[in-house]
Structure formats: C-alpha cells, structure tokens
C-alpha cells in the first residue's frame, strides 16, 4: 500500500475513533434512544455476547469500572486483547515479538475465543 | 522437555538430544527432526520449541526470499520432495478482530462471518504443516475473501448508524415540538 493511502486510513480512523469516544462519553446508551438496539435481542429476547457493550463503554469512559464489567464483562475484557491484536497486526508488533502473536493470535488461541464467546453467550442467558 | 532424533548430513538418525543440546549437534533449519507425537519428521524450523536455535536469523515465514529449495536424498524414505514456499498469510489476527469488533456496534449477526474467516484461517497453518501448500493458500484466500466481507459489511453498518443518529440529531428540534413524541422516544 502506499505511504499517502495508509495515512488516509489512519487520519479516517483517527477521527472516527475520537467522534465515537466523544459521542460514548457524553451519552449515555441507558438514557438515550438514539443509540442502536441489538437486533438479535429485539427478535429473540436473548442477549448477544455484546450486549451491554456500549453502555460499558460508557462506564468505561467515566471509569466506572464495576458497572462496566456488570453491563458487559466479556467486552470489558477482550479490550485488551483487541488493542494487542490491532498493535501486533497494524504497528509493527508481530515482527518483534512473533513469539506473543503466536501465543495469543494462534489456532488454538482462535479456538479458545470462540469457546469462551459462545460460553459466555450461553450463560448470561442463564444467570 | 521434548527429546529429539535428528537426521545428520550422512543421512543416519541421531538422539536423542534436548533442544539446547540440538544447538550444539549443528542442527540447522532445515535439518528434520523428530520427537515422540508427531507424525512425521519435520525440519527444525517449523518446529516452534526450536525456533530459539534460529532466532537470530530467523524471519517470519512470510518473508519471500528466504526458505531455499530443499531437495532430500531419495533414498531417505520419509524426505519431502519438492519445494514448499513460504507460508500464506493466515489472516488469525484479522479475523478474530473482525469477529469481536462487531459485538460492540451491536451487529451480532455480523459475527458468523468473522467465525467462518477465523476457520479458514486456522486452516492455513495447518495444511502449511503438512506440506500441501497449495491447500494452505486456498485456505488463505478464503480466510481473507470473508474478514473483507466482514469488514464491509461491518463498516456499512456503522455508517447506517452514524446516518441515523445524524438524521436523529437533524430531526429532534423539529420532532421536540410536537407533544407526546419526544416522550414516546425517550421512552
């Protein structure tokens, strides 16, 4: 890809992301109907694994910690994992580190994430 | 700790060895060797417990102008003919994103997309492992054919939502005025 094209990515990307922050910090998902409705929990009753997300988000963003994991633990925790995902893949991280790629971005690694993704749909049906 | 065989360069099976030791015995890349499990010798450096003995030189499989052509002696049965090129890109991390990343802009439905990609892209390193290294590339496209899709349709969807909180914002002034509305929407 050229140099130009890969900024322009990264200027979109940029302020998308700041516009999104700005707009999950000064809303707040629970009092707001502007914000977008899970379609599986409107046609089934069932909550997805990412429900909750946007709200947790929000604690997030006010460092409400306890209810952000309450709202959505399993999106409050694979953040990590997805910032380490984005840094190995898109900033150079993998051709360091090949050993972390491998551990965590590997087959079975995969595996596990659906494993844990379909767990956790499962069960904060349950609870 | 795993012991291994290897095959010296007169052809004859030697072990076993630790991994540390294997560096002092001169085990090279492409050097085969073989521990308890696995099906069938395999060289050094597709080894991942072995992948130390290279680290100084090693590159990711990814990069094209190492891996030379290797060519066994016939006569050492098990040897792999031919050439097998580097490994394709297996678009693990990509697609595992795009399996995630959706959940957050509540578009569960997008996810078995990225779960279909998240297969294909297990199976590239596989096959690379076995050797059929054309079956390890088809895998590859697939696993990118279907993160892209679900790239798109992901990012088109953000767009639909950014349209209508837009339309949203645009229309509330006027909506506001009418009695009852507002409050149905609030609701």
Same mark, same amino acid.
């Given at each position: 890809?050229r140099?130009? *094209?890969?900024?322009g990515?990264g200027v979109?990307?940029t302020v998308?992301l &700041?516009a999104a922050?700005y707009i999950f910090?000064?809303?707040?998902?629970?009092?707001?109907?502007?914000?977008?409705?899970?379609p599986?929990?409107?046609?089934?009753g069932?909550?997805c694994?990412?429900?909750?997300?946007?709200? &947790?988000?929000?604690s997030?963003?006010?460092f409400?910690?306890?209810?952000?994991?309450?709202?959505?633990?399993?999106?409050?925790?694979?953040?990590?994992y997805?910032?380490l995902?984005?840094?190995?893949?898109?900033?150079g991280?993998?051709k360091?580190f090949?050993s972390?790629?491998?551990?965590f971005f590997?087959?079975?690694?995969? *595996?596990?994430?659906?494993i *844990?993704?379909?767990?956790?749909?499962?069960?904060r049906?349950l609870? | 700790?795993?012991?291994?065989?290897?095959?010296?360069?007169d052809?004859?099976?030697?072990?076993t060895?630790s991994?540390?030791?294997? $560096?002092g015995?001169?085990?090279? $890349?492409?050097? /085969?060797?073989w521990?308890?499990?696995?099906?069938? %010798?395999k060289?050094a450096e597709?080894?991942?417990?072995?992948?130390?003995?290279?680290?100084?030189?090693?590159r990711?499989?990814?990069?094209?102008?190492?891996?030379?052509a290797?060519?066994y002696?016939h006569?050492?049965g098990?040897?792999?003919?031919?050439e097998?090129g580097?490994?394709?890109k297996t %678009?693990?991390?990509?697609?595992?994103?795009?399996?995630i990343?959706?959940? /957050?802009?509540?578009?569960?439905?997008?996810?078995l997309?990225g779960?279909?990609?998240?297969?294909?892209a297990a199976q590239?390193?596989?096959?690379?492992? $076995?050797?059929? %290294?054309?079956?390890?590339?088809?895998?590859?496209?697939?696993?990118?054919?279907w993160?892209?899709?679900?790239? %798109?349709?992901?990012? #088109?969807w953000?767009?639909l939502?950014v349209?209508?909180v837009?339309?949203f914002?645009?229309l509330? #002034?006027s909506?506001s005025?009418?009695? #009852?509305?507002?409050?149905?929407l609030?609701?």
């Amino acid at each position: 890809m050229r140099k130009g *094209v890969k900024i322009g990515i990264g200027v979109v990307v940029t302020v998308l992301l &700041a516009a999104a922050l700005y707009i999950f910090y000064t809303f707040d998902p629970e009092a707001q109907p502007l914000f977008p409705k899970c379609p599986f929990l409107l046609a089934t009753g069932f909550e997805c694994p990412g429900c909750g997300s946007q709200r &947790a988000i929000h604690s997030l963003l006010h460092f409400d910690i306890g209810a952000a994991l309450r709202y959505n633990a399993f999106m409050v925790l694979a953040l990590p994992y997805i910032f380490l995902g984005i840094w190995l893949e898109y900033f150079g991280g993998k051709k360091r580190f090949s050993s972390i790629e491998k551990f965590f971005f590997g087959r079975w690694s995969a *595996v596990v994430v659906l494993i *844990v993704i379909f767990l956790f749909w499962i069960v904060r049906n349950l609870v | 700790m795993s012991h291994f065989f290897y095959i010296g360069t007169d052809g004859k099976q030697k072990g076993t060895f630790s991994p540390e030791e294997l $560096r002092g015995e001169g085990v090279k $890349r492409d050097t /085969l060797v073989w521990t308890q499990g696995m099906e069938q %010798w395999k060289r050094a450096e597709e080894m991942e417990e072995l992948y130390f003995l290279f680290s100084d030189s090693y590159r990711g499989p990814q990069t094209k102008e190492e891996q030379p052509a290797v060519q066994y002696d016939h006569s050492v049965g098990f040897a792999r003919t031919g050439e097998i090129g580097p490994m394709p890109k297996t %678009w693990l991390v990509e697609s595992i994103l795009v399996t995630i990343l959706p959940f /957050l802009f509540c578009s569960s439905f997008l996810n078995l997309l990225g779960i279909i990609a998240i297969v294909y892209a297990a199976q590239v390193e596989s096959f690379y492992n $076995r050797g059929d %290294w054309n079956a390890s590339m088809e895998s590859s496209r697939s696993a990118a054919k279907w993160t892209k899709i679900a790239m %798109w349709i992901a990012i #088109g969807w953000v767009a639909l939502m950014v349209i209508a909180v837009i339309l949203f914002v645009v229309l509330i #002034g006027s909506i506001s005025g009418f009695p #009852g509305i507002g409050d149905l929407l609030n609701a």
